[in-house]
């Protein structure tokens, strides 16, 4: 069966997931901490995060959040939520990253994972892809990815 939907945190393992399989993660909402956090911890002040003045006549009209911090969130969101149990060994490739609108403080970003690479790869572990949407409170995709990771098989125990 594919497509099916998870909610619930459970166990699992590699053999436990299906192409098609999806989940939603809760939201999270960004506020401007977050963004003057994120300025200082990784040192990235560029005018379009940090000067409030500067972007009231920009496109945007106000500041964005950055790229990194939005990543940061998603991969987050879909931790918290359970949808990997504890069958995630290590992280292998982030694919395919793309930021397609603008997030600002005040948004609210929830993640959309689906089920997109399942490859046996030994008897200890498979490779799993999850294409991450990530969307804001209006439903619409800001950024998008392929995280690629190593799963435990059930027959590695």
Do not use: C
Not at 38 to 62: I, P
Not at 70 to 92: E, R
Not at 146 to 154: E, F
């Amino acid at each position: 069966m594919t497509g099916r939907s998870f909610t619930d945190p459970q166990p699992k393992w590699f053999e436990d997931f299906e192409p098609g399989d999806t989940m939603t993660t809760r939201g999270r909402t960004v506020d401007i901490g977050d963004i003057t956090a994120f300025a200082g911890l990784t040192g990235d002040h560029y005018q379009l995060h940090t000067d409030g003045a500067f972007m009231e006549s920009s496109r945007f009209g106000q500041r964005i959040a950055h790229g990194p911090l939005t990543f940061s969130i998603a991969v987050g969101l879909i931790g918290l939520s359970g949808f990997y149990g504890d069958a995630i060994a290590a992280l292998v490739e982030i694919t395919g990253l793309k930021a397609t609108k603008p997030v600002f403080a005040g948004d609210t970003l929830h993640v959309v994972g689906s089920v997109e690479v399942l490859e046996a790869s030994g008897p200890k572990y498979g490779t799993l892809g999850v294409r991450y949407s990530v969307r804001n409170q209006s439903g619409e995709e800001v950024m998008t990815f392929l995280q690629t990771m190593l799963a435990k098989r059930r027959s590695s125990e």
